[in-house]
């Protein structure tokens, strides 16, 4: 498949909906806001089930081919496109494409829409599958309730949906996850403002502590020094993924521009020590070959430190093939 012709139709379509994703960051400083509400609230968490691969995309093409708008041209080659193997294999949309992400916003639209017109609702917001509701009133049989509006042929992961009740009762909390950071919302309200937590979500430290641990093992059998400092630099540090003119719309991502919204840094200490342990206390087999490759050369990955990724930062350079080499380990 052509990319160039892809990115593309992409670029046109989007242009024509004047649709994209949310942003992640702007999502979570909203959230904060509402949270931190001095009021009783009831909040909804949901998941759709298997998002991409569930939408209808002959239901998408439909959309795009009626409307009067779209180029002749855009239309042409977004047909032959769907017949690439990329579509053609399933009925639903495949990951990881921009032109996916932007069809499914438009598939999306009226549900978005109808969310926002519930009288019960006072503020939702979706990021891809992910969904947040904020309700004053508790919503009975709140699965089906929703399900009822999705858009034909998606459903919700229901293990995954939550309910919570914020009310007023001392001691009290409440701890949601969203978007990889995890809110602790204190239910007292003991000045103008709700007092809330903000954390990197459990299973994202337990995906970085994985990677260091992945990272040491690989260590342990290749030996190689430089490769171990790149991926602890990588993890501990962030990278400029997508430059732009404008300073702002470039895109970063790391340890600070991924997780820049929390209020509680106690994590990355804990990150570090745990990132200390591996390379210096680790037992059995991986013990003796780092032993025997000698400690010193594992000095520069000590060095490396995800409170200070995090509070000053810190940006690194990769080559393409550095990140390849890196990613390789995971």
């Not at 630099?233 to 430059?243: A, C, D, P, R």
């Amino acid at each position: 498949m052509d990319v160039l012709v892809a990115r593309k139709i992409n670029d046109n379509i989007k242009r024509v909906y004047s649709v994209k994703q949310n942003n992640r960051h702007d999502i979570i400083k909203k959230v904060n806001v509402v949270l931190n509400e001095p009021v009783n609230y009831y909040i909804y968490r949901l998941d759709i089930k298997s998002f991409y691969e569930s939408i209808d995309k002959n239901v998408v093409l439909k959309r795009v081919s009626n409307n009067p708008i779209v180029s002749h041209n855009t239309k042409k080659f977004i047909n032959s496109l769907f017949r690439h193997n990329a579509f053609s294999e399933n009925n639903g949309l495949p990951r990881g494409m921009g032109l996916s992400a932007t069809l499914s916003e438009i598939f999306m639209e009226e549900f978005d829409a109808e969310l926002a017109r519930l009288p019960e609702v006072f503020y939702a917001s979706r990021y891809v599958d992910d969904i947040i509701i904020f309700s004053f009133y508790k919503i009975p049989n709140y699965k089906s309730y929703f399900s009822n509006i999705l858009p034909e042929g998606l459903s919700l992961n229901e293990r995954k949906c939550r309910e919570y009740n914020i009310e007023g009762s001392p001691s009290k909390k409440s701890e949601i996850e969203f978007l990889g950071y995890s809110f602790i919302i204190h239910h007292e309200v003991k000045g103008q403002l709700r007092q809330v937590v903000i954390r990197i979500s459990d299973d994202k430290i337990k995906k970085i502590k994985r990677r260091i641990a992945l990272a040491v093992k690989d260590y342990s059998n290749n030996c190689d020094a430089d490769l171990l400092r790149k991926r602890i630099k990588y993890l501990t540090g962030n990278i400029l993924v997508n430059s732009n003119k404008s300073k702002t719309d470039s895109l970063y991502s790391g340890i600070y521009y991924n997780y820049q919204h929390i209020t509680d840094k106690t994590q990355l200490k804990e990150l570090d020590l745990f990132k200390n342990r591996m390379l210096f206390a680790s037992k059995g087999e991986m013990g003796r070959r780092i032993s025997e490759a000698g400690y010193n050369l594992l000095d520069a990955p000590k060095k490396y430190s995800f409170k200070a990724g995090f509070e000053k930062r810190l940006l690194s350079s990769f080559t393409l093939e550095d990140i390849v080499k890196i990613n390789k380990a995971w």
